[in-house]
Structure formats: structure tokens, C-alpha cells
């Protein structure tokens, strides 16, 4: 559509005819003004919007009956977007616009155009009013100026239920083409709800959905223009569908029956137990009713419904005798208080379960059979006179004995006393009515009952030896089956041990074995846990010798399974015996040593090795007194340097003679040696040369220091001038010290060229431009003096 630029050319003749009005002449006369014609003609085009191109956009054409065409007459374009938007030939009136519009934003542009003289810019015609129209195109897409939505529908809905209505806008011309016309789709939610593809209602498309299944549906519904063609623009939003709740589940007990337990001593109208039937519905539709429908003990309970959690409480109506009845069964049923008819096939809507209850016995107090009755008794009586008898029983099924006392507190001056166990009331004292002629006691009857005390155990003992364990090993023991290896056949069982602890665990014993840690690496024994509380001790080798040791002492470790954790180290002693040819032994213990006639051969050889390597010893200890070696590193008050004193002190000038060595600045045979660079090693031989004499180093000798140092310097200038294979910069010379107040001043080989050379650098041009400098350096102070 934007490469048509279909236009609609109306040409229009506007003539106007404005009224003659009267003008004064100069005279003083009024002049009738003559109807002129007004000579307009122009061409009104649309524009179209969003015009890409990269020309102006062509409008129209104004043109007057006046213009001939000489070029008197000038077109003036005035209005909105003159001259920003829209632009004008003054010569030919073309109209052309500079800008992309967009019709969405302005629809139309009014302008005002006037025809006036080239030179005196007056109007040759009356200004004109036009209107520039913007022509649409399908540049805005459908958008849902109220999504994303939410909806709700109830569950099992029949099928075309409405949900929601959903409407998109379209900013194109909706008077224009199709730009504006939509189409709605559903993208996704199928094939639960679909949509009206012109009313953009959304309906469910599959019947008696199940909220309890699931509750909520997201939906992408699709608004597209040019009613959906191909081409046209879209816009989506998204319906979040949720399903309400109704009433099409009943209620049901989770477990059946039910069982419960109270004491007989619970207080009327409290609480027994409660229970709860499940309802998969929401709100008001999961709101239940209980009932008792059955029970063996009619008027014992009741049952309300708890509003809150919706669960059924039964509350005890009367007193509870476990001596009279101990269960009781009840059935309970739960029904939906809002039932909806429509779902009455679901039904029914309503369980019952039965429920039992367990009376649990209370010890009660003992009650007297017999009230107590007035008693009457002389006051002549005797001590001992028997008064009466009270009698009570234990209403429990235990039915303990009674045991009877008086309280104390009620018979203070003790003339009573009471049988603890026939309830005989009898005188312990001589009575006196004038005294006190009734007596107000109160008797005590207590059940009696034995109390057992158990004290509880804990892990506070360690586990021992059960027995002390006397452990025998055959002297030269040799194993039965001489074809094994010594792994085998020296793993002889000497002794099984086991072990006892005073606790008692619920679960019974269980100890563990191990060696202790100063025999866990021992050679002789080894120690076998067999896992049932004993454990096996074995040879780890065979040829024990009473000579050598006759007793071991092996540490044995015992640990138990208490909480916590209890060990001991018990020592088992093991003798090597003298045993017959059947092990039998006959005789323990340490035999007597006698000293040999001589030295066994192995005992020789370890003496000599010793006294080998004593000897070796001291030779090494000698040979380094005579042969010490200087160390590799000089200390630093020995250390001599040729190029650098230190590096982090400065020196104290020409007076510092701590900071080096003069004896080595005035050995000259040693630090004058043209020939050997100590910074560079020279290919070419130095052209001076410098035999030392006796009578020079005489004369240094006996200059002053300074002088010393100034001529040795001076020398060493001479020579790495001289010297071809010198480096063209800054080198290390051998100047033994640098210091302030110096009068050799700078020590730079650069800029210290000697004049007495006759070493020619014009070589030095001819090695390219990295070597100019140097060339130049060399050459213009040629002949100078030697410090410039």
C-alpha cells in the first residue's frame, strides 16, 4: 500500500465575491467599488503518512490567474507547519513536505497561501485558507488498553458458558480500509475456552470443569487488523481464567473408626475428642453439620460443629464410672449444611463413622460405707472402752486396704485413738463432761498401698577381666603343619578372655577387645576380637626363649557399648614355659645365665661396625679443622667492591676513606690492568697501554689522597675513550667511591671525551639514525677540553 500513492486530485475554482463597499476620493466623494473575481486555482492532495522516502513528499500546487509566468509573482505559504513541515516554490507554488507525518498525532494541517508582487511584496490576491488531509496506512497495531484480565467462572459450567468480554483499540483510521477492523483469536487456552472472533467474548469449550482438579487457566487471546489477513498487524493480552467454587463434593471421613480414651474422672460438659470430616469445597460449601445417630449409652454425649475448623466436638453430659462402664460406642454422622440441588447426583452429601470411647481408670479416695453417726460414751469409762467402729472401702477395682487415723488436729489432747486397720474408735484418756462434753473428730481413711522404688542404671562402670587369667606359652612353640608359612602357623590361640561389667544395660552387654597402644606394634602377641563378648589372644611368632624373656606383660583394652562410653586397660600376663612333647608345661619362670666362653660371631661384627664408626668419625672431624673453607659470601666489613661501595649510603666525599679499601686503590698492578675490562669484555685490544714501574707506584704512594683518586679516575676516562669496544653510554666503572665536594666533578663517560685521542668516530655515522646522536656528540666536541 505504500508504494500506491493513490491520490485524490480535486480541483477546485474558488471565485469569491466580496460585497462592494464605498471608497472616498480625494474630492471628498464617495466612489461605488467594483466586484472583482478572485483568480485562484490549485490542486489539494492526501498526504500519505509514514512516507519513507528520501525526497520531499509532493503536496500540491497553488497557482493564481495573475501569474503569466513572467516571475512578478511571488506564492507565500503561511499556517500550521509552514516552512517546518511544509514548504513552498515561490516561483511555481509547488507545496512539498520536508517531515514524515504521522496521522495518529495530526490528522490535518490548515494553511493560508497569498500570491503577492515579486518587488513590492504586495498581495495580487486575497489570502486563501486550504487543508492539508493525512492520508492513513496500517501502521498501528491492536492494543488491549484494559489487559491483562481477570475473570472467573464457576466450575462445572456447561459448555458456551460466557467468562469474559475482552476489546482492543486500533489507533489507524477505522473510516479508511481495514487498518482498524480486528479479529480476535485465542492463541492458548485451548480446548478449555474459546472466542468470538468479532465480539472478542470468551466461552468455555469443554463442560463440568473440576476446580479441585484445577483452579486456574491462563489465556493469550489475539486482536489482528485488516480482519486478520495476511499482513495485518497484532497485539496479544493474557485472561487469567479462575474457577469458583461449588458444592459438588461431600463430606468424608478420613479414618474409620475412630478410637479415644478419657479418664473417668473428666468434668461434665467438657471436651472428649473431636474429629473432622474432609471436604474438598471452599467456604460455605465445605460447612458441615455433626450428629450422634447411635450411642450404647444414651445422654452420655453430645456433639457441636467448631465453626472455625469445621470439626465435631463431642462434650461429655454425664459423670464417668469406670467401675460401671468402661467403652462406649458411638456413631457420628457429618452432613453439608448448603447443598446445591443441581449436584444432588453427586451425593449423598453426608458419612458417619463410629467412634469409640475408652473410660480409663482414676484412682478415686476411699469411701466410708456407713456415715458417721453420733456416739455416745461415758465419762466413767476406762481407758481402751471401745466407742464405736467406722468402716470405708476402695471403689477402685484394685479394692486396696484401708488404713484408719484420726487428724490430730481435731483431738488435741489425743483421748481418742483409732484402729489402723478394723476402724475401732476407742479412750486413750479419762473423760470429764464437765469439762468437755462433746468431742468433734474427724477420722482419716487412707488406702494403703506398698510403693516400689527401682533405682535406674547408668554406664559408671568399666568392664574388667571376668577372671584372672593365668596365660602359658611353650618355649622353641613350633607349629603341627611345618608346610605353612610363619603368618599361619605362628597363629597359635594361648588364651580366650571375656570380660564382665557390673552395669546392666537394657539390651544386654557388648564389649570390644584391642590391644592398647604401647603393644598395638608389639611382634610377640596379637589380639583377636570374636565379636562375642570374647576375645582370642595368638602368637605372632614361634622360638620364645625362657633365656631371653620368660614373662610379657600384653595390655589388654576393653571398651563397652554404654552411653557413655567406659573402657579399661587390664594387663594380661603371659609365661614362657618348659613343655613336653605333648605342650604339657613343666617348668615357668626365669632360668640362670652362665657367661659364655666366648663372643658370638654376630656380637663381633657389631662391636667392630661401632668401632669403624668412631673411627670414621674423628678422621672427618680432623680433616675439617685442617681444611676449612672460606665462606662464599664475604662479611660486609670484608667485602672489597671495585664498582659499587653500597647502594644505600652516600659518601663522605674525597675525606671518606671508610666506605672502600686504599690499599687496593694504591696496589696499581692490580687495579690498573688496562687490558681486562671488569664491565664489558672488549673485543678489540685497548690502544693504551700502561706498564706499571716501580716508580710510579712509588709516586702514587707518596700524592695525597685526593690527587690519588683524581688521577686514577682521569686514567680510567682515558681508557674507556680509547677503548673502541667500549658501550656508546653510561657504563660501570671501576671508581671505588663517589662522594660530595668531589673535584673530578662529573664522572659520566659522555661527557668526558678526551682530546688527546686520536680514536676517529666518523664511523659512527654510517651506522644508521639510532647512532646519530652519539655521531654528533662525538664529532662537534672534538679538540674541546677534556671536562666540558
Request: glycine share 6%; hydrophobic share 35%.
Amino acid at each position: 500500500c505504500a508504494s500506491l500513492n493513490v491520490k485524490l486530485i480535486v480541483l477546485q475554482c474558488l471565485r469569491s465575491f466580496a460585497t462592494p463597499q464605498p471608497r472616498k476620493v480625494p474630492g471628498g466623494s464617495w466612489e461605488a467599488l467594483q466586484r472583482q473575481k478572485r483568480n485562484w486555482v490549485w490542486n489539494q492532495f492526501f498526504v500519505l503518512e509514514e512516507y519513507t522516502g528520501t525526497d520531499p513528499l509532493y503536496v500540491g500546487k497553488l497557482h493564481s490567474d495573475v501569474d503569466k509566468g513572467d516571475g512578478n509573482v511571488k506564492y507565500v505559504l503561511m499556517g500550521e507547519g509552514a516552512s517546518s513541515i511544509f514548504t513552498i516554490d515561490e516561483n511555481t507554488g509547488d507545496i512539498h513536505a520536508t517531515k514524515r507525518l504521522d496521522r495518529e498525532e495530526q490528522g490535518y494541517y490548515t494553511l493560508r497561501a497569498q500570491a503577492v508582487d515579486r518587488e513590492t511584496n504586495i498581495p495580487v490576491e486575497d489570502e486563501s485558507e486550504f487543508i492539508v488531509k493525512v492520508q492513513d496506512i496500517n501502521d498501528n497495531e491492536p492494543k488491549f488498553p484494559d489487559g491483562p484480565y481477570t475473570a472467573a467462572v464457576p466450575e462445572m459450567s456447561p459448555l458456551g458458558t460466557m467468562v469474559v468480554q475482552v476489546a482492543a483499540t486500533d489507533a489507524d483510521d477505522p473510516t479508511y480500509g481495514h487498518s482498524a477492523r480486528v479479529v480476535y483469536s485465542i492463541i492458548h487456552g485451548q480446548p478449555y475456552f474459546s472466542v468470538e472472533p468479532k465480539t472478542g467474548i470468551i466461552r468455555t469449550a469443554l463442560p463440568n470443569m473440576d476446580r479441585e482438579r484445577r483452579d486456574q487457566y491462563v489465556l493469550v487471546i489475539q486482536a489482528k487488523d485488516m480482519m486478520g489477513q495476511m499482513g495485518g498487524l497484532s497485539g496479544t493480552t493474557s485472561v487469567t481464567v479462575m474457577l469458583t467454587d461449588v458444592n459438588d463434593n461431600p463430606p468424608r471421613f478420613p479414618h474409620k473408626p475412630y478410637q479415644c480414651s478419657v479418664n473417668e474422672s473428666l468434668v461434665v460438659a467438657s471436651e472428649v475428642t473431636r474429629l473432622k470430616a474432609e471436604d474438598a469445597d471452599l467456604g460455605p460449601n465445605a460447612e458441615m453439620d455433626y450428629h450422634i445417630v447411635d450411642s450404647d449409652g444414651p445422654g452420655m454425649f453430645s456433639i457441636i460443629t467448631d465453626e472455625e475448623t469445621q470439626e465435631g466436638v463431642i462434650i461429655l453430659q454425664k459423670p464417668l464410672d469406670y467401675e460401671t462402664k468402661n467403652t462406649f460406642s458411638l456413631r457420628v454422622e457429618a452432613t453439608n449444611r448448603n447443598i446445591d440441588p443441581q449436584f444432588l447426583t453427586f451425593g449423598p452429601f453426608s458419612d458417619t463413622v463410629a467412634v469409640k470411647v475408652n473410660v480409663k481408670d482414676v484412682n478415686e479416695p476411699p469411701v466410708f460405707t456407713t456415715p458417721l453417726s453420733k456416739m455416745v460414751v461415758s465419762e466413767a469409762a476406762r481407758v481402751n472402752t471401745t466407742i464405736g467402729t467406722v468402716l470405708a472401702r476402695d471403689p477402685d477395682s484394685a479394692n486396696s486396704s484401708i488404713r484408719y487415723s484420726i487428724d490430730r488436729n481435731t483431738d488435741l489432747e489425743r483421748y481418742f485413738n483409732v484402729d489402723s486397720l478394723l476402724g475401732v474408735i476407742t479412750t486413750a484418756k479419762a473423760l470429764d463432761r464437765e469439762v468437755n462434753s462433746v468431742h468433734n473428730i474427724t477420722i482419716f481413711a487412707i488406702e494403703s498401698r506398698t510403693a516400689v522404688i527401682t533405682v535406674m542404671d547408668i554406664n559408671d562402670n568399666a568392664p574388667v577381666f571376668a577372671i584372672e587369667y593365668e596365660t602359658l606359652v611353650c618355649e622353641n612353640l613350633r607349629a603341627s603343619n611345618q608346610t605353612l608359612s610363619c603368618l599361619v602357623s605362628c597363629a597359635q590361640v594361648i588364651q580366650t578372655i571375656s570380660a564382665v561389667d557390673k552395669d546392666e544395660p537394657p539390651g544386654g552387654h557388648r564389649f570390644f577387645f584391642s590391644l592398647a597402644s604401647p603393644a598395638t606394634s608389639n611382634h610377640n602377641f596379637t589380639l583377636r576380637d570374636n565379636k562375642d563378648n570374647t576375645a582370642s589372644v595368638l602368637t605372632s611368632r614361634d622360638g620364645f626363649q625362657r633365656r631371653e624373656q620368660a614373662l610379657y606383660q600384653l595390655p589388654v583394652l576393653i571398651t563397652d557399648s554404654g552411653s557413655p562410653t567406659l573402657s579399661s586397660t587390664n594387663t594380661l600376663l603371659v609365661r614362657v614355659c618348659d613343655c613336653d612333647v605333648e605342650g604339657v608345661p613343666q617348668a615357668c619362670g626365669a632360668v640362670a645365665h652362665t657367661l659364655p666362653a666366648g663372643l658370638s660371631t654376630g656380637a663381633l661384627v657389631a662391636i667392630l661396625a661401632c668401632i669403624f664408626t668412631l673411627l670414621v668419625f674423628v678422621l672427618l672431624i680432623v680433616m675439617m679443622r685442617h681444611r676449612r673453607k672460606e665462606p662464599l659470601i664475604l662479611e660486609d666489613e670484608r667485602d672489597v667492591r671495585e664498582n659499587i661501595v653500597r647502594y644505600d649510603d652516600e659518601g663522605g666525599g674525597e675525606e671518606d676513606t671508610e666506605a672502600f679499601d686504599m690499599v687496593a686503590l694504591r696496589n696499581l698492578n692490580i687495579m690498573r690492568d688496562p687490558k681486562v675490562r671488569r664491565d664489558v669484555t672488549p673485543e678489540t685490544p685497548t690502544f693504551f697501554s700502561y706498564p706499571p714501574s716501580t716508580a710510579s707506584r712509588l709516586a702514587y704512594k707518596m700524592l695525597p689522597d685526593n690527587v690519588l683518586f683524581r688521577e686514577f679516575i682521569w686514567d680510567r676516562l682515558k681508557e674507556a675513550d680509547a677503548d673502541p669496544s667500549a658501550p656508546p653510554y653510561d657504563s660501570l666503572q671501576t671508581y671505588a667511591f663517589e662522594g660530595s665536594g668531589s673535584v673530578a666533578e662529573s664522572l659520566s663517560s659522555l661527557e668526558s671525551l678526551s682530546s688527546d685521542s686520536e680514536q676517529s668516530y666518523d664511523y659512527l655515522s654510517n651506522w644508521g639514525p639510532r647512532f646519530k646522536k652519539l655521531a654528533d656528540l662525538y664529532g662537534t666536541m672534538e679538540g674541546s677540553g677534556f671536562f666540558s
